[in-house]
């Protein structure tokens, strides 16, 4: 979501709409999924794929833009189809379609019919089993009239994030402009850095920096990234860090910034292991799928619902989350704090975290990098980069316990 100072709209996708109500389906394509759509299309006559759909409309004070992807759509005598096509694996495709799916389908099935002006509209969840490559389809019929009010219902719950995001654009992101130099004194190589780091930030280029102990690396890495937000050169700064020590200094970097004018917002995101407060940790806890679910965990239990009130309270408290104060107002809510974070972390501006968190396949953040959609928003602070070659060498290697 991204508020367009120019046109004074927010906008926003179906995607984002949805994950604010329901279950965090995966709507990002790989190239299984993009596998199953074209076999789709080849067996479907008139098949549209990939089509995009949009709409502006008002919500309260703001002007939205909803924009979002159909992976079908094709016409039959008795109407139009719409289809999400996913490749899932066999305990999904056996199972129950979730209903994230259906919230996405109706969504886009809405912008279908107001861009058309239909009053029905069929829509179809098309999976495609990973392992057998068969096919299930499901198939639903909705009216206009009930596709408005499921729309119109999501809204209300994304109120805080639409405010957020227009004061991110107007308030918070100019605060980063003009800002002044956190030291009174520039050390001797720091502007070097700096200058060099503005420049591959506005080129988009790569950088490697070699400097003794003591120059101020980190500060030299910062400022004029926080610098390039400002002008709008990148949307999110990840500094990521391979021990907790050089992750706080970062942090403390980031102060440093907020006490000189800056406005933005900084997280730490720590291990899902260490920020684990369940009952059902001793048995195995979040490192253990059997336990870490909404049926045998509590701070699991309608997360949803509960965690947008949450996310307020530590927005609204201070600029910067460590994992003790996200833990804190996690367990008054009742929500997981790791999920917590990784929510809070989407209204923050500059990203603290473990090289896993990027270059790690089994515990990269999803949300942010599964796809390259928005990579070219980001800019990737790696702090002591040489411990990368023994930190790939372990995530790639296989290893057997006898």
């Known amino acids: 979501m991204k508020y367009n100072k120019k046109t004074e709209c927010v906008e926003m996708s179906v995607a984002e709409l949805c994950t604010a109500s329901f279950s965090k ?44 992807t159909v992976d079908g759509y094709f016409e039959k005598r008795d109407g139009v189809r719409v289809d999400f096509v996913k490749s899932v694996s066999h305990r999904e495709f056996s199972g129950k379609i979730d209903e994230g799916y259906w919230a996405y389908l ?37 009216y206009l009239d009930e596709l408005d009010v499921f729309v119109k219902a999501l809204l209300p719950k994304m109120k805080f994030l639409i405010q957020q995001n ?32 503005a420049s591959v930030i506005r080129k988009r280029r790569r950088m490697f920096a070699q400097a003794p102990t ?43 910034l907020f006490a000189v004018g800056a406005k933005l917002k900084a997280i730490v995101l720590t291990s899902k292991d260490s920020m ?15 336990y870490c679910n909404e049926r045998d965990c509590k701070l699991k239990k309608r997360y949803k619902d509960k965690a947008g009130a949450a996310v307020e309270e530590l927005v609204s408290k201070q600029n910067g989350f460590y994992a003790s104060v ?20 989407e209204l923050c501006d500059i990203i603290i975290c473990d090289y896993n968190y990027l270059f790690d396949p089994y515990v990269r953040i999803k949300r942010y990098f599964e796809n390259s959609e ?18 790939a060498r372990g995530i790639y290697s296989a290893s057997v316990s006898l």
């Open 106 to 142: 109706k969504c886009c099935a809405w912008l279908i019919c107001v861009r058309d002006g239909l009053q029905v509209v069929y829509v179809r969840t098309v999976f495609r089993s990973a392992q057998s490559s068969e096919f299930k389809i499901a198939e639903k019929k909705f």
């Open 166 to 197: 227009v004061k991110h654009e107007t308030l918070v992101r100019p605060s980063a402009l003009d800002l002044t130099f956190p030291y009174e004194e520039i050390r001797d190589g720091q502007e070097e850095m700096m200058r060099g780091v």
């Open 25 to 68: 389906v995966e709507y990002s394509k790989n190239d299984l999924d993009n596998t199953a759509i074209s076999e789709v299309e080849k067996s479907t006559e008139g098949y549209i794929k990939n089509l995009p759909v949009a709409k502006k409309f008002s919500f309260e004070a703001f002007d939205i833009k909803l924009y979002g």
């Open 326 to 345: 996200i833990t804190e107002v996690a367990l008054k809510h009742e929500v997981c704090p790791y999920e917590l974070s990784l929510d809070l972390s």
């Open 374 to 391: 928005n990579s070219d928003d980001y800019v990737f602070l790696i702090d002591e980069a040489h411990n990368l070659v023994d930190r």
């Open 276 to 290: 684990c407060c369940s009952e059902t940790a001793k048995k195995g806890g979040c490192r253990d799928a059997r």
């Open 214 to 256: 003591g120059i101020g690396k980190t500060i030299s890495a910062l400022y004029p990234s926080v610098r390039a937000f400002g002008k709008g050169e990148c949307d999110k700064i990840f500094y990521f860090t391979a021990k907790s020590d050089t992750a706080r200094e970062a942090y403390t970097a980031a102060s440093k």
